[in-house]
């Protein structure tokens, strides 16, 4: 499975983005989707994750609420709409793919995808 994040930019907070993540693979549809972060000079973490057929979904509790993830297997994408945007949502965003669940840690990755950059100015 391959990867490719797009969407990030820079905006105001209290803005919002949608940011896409494009797959392909045949058996892309049976994995699991996430999304992670990393910000200038902290470690990685978990945003939010998808289980292959949305039933069940996980959140970073510093996201909830404001960020949704969605996924449309037939389009083989990912979504995070991500709403509200403050400062500290400032980070490269990557999307990876999980073969298990739940997926709520980069150790449970199998692939990432090229990050996009959200930048938020206060």
């Known amino acids: 499975v391959q990867l490719q994040a797009s969407g990030g930019g820079l905006v105001q907070a209290g803005a919002s983005l949608k940011l896409s993540c494009a797959a392909s693979?045949?058996?892309?549809?049976?994995?699991?989707l996430g999304w992670f972060r990393q910000a200038p000079g902290k470690e990685r973490e978990f945003v939010a994750a998808?289980?292959?057929?949305?039933?069940?979904?996980s959140y970073a509790g510093s996201v909830k609420g404001r960020f949704t993830v969605s996924r449309d297997n037939a389009r083989h994408t990912v979504y995070l709409q991500v709403n509200s945007l403050k400062p500290e949502d400032t980070a490269v965003y990557y999307c990876?793919?999980?073969?298990?669940?739940?997926?709520?840690?980069?150790?449970?990755?199998?692939?990432w995808g090229k990050g996009t950059l959200v930048t938020v100015s206060s």
């Open positions: 990876a793919a999980s073969s298990g669940w739940p997926f709520v840690d980069a150790s449970g990755t199998n692939y």
């Open positions: 693979g045949r058996t892309f549809s049976s994995y699991s």
């Open positions: 998808i289980s292959w057929n949305s039933g069940d979904i």
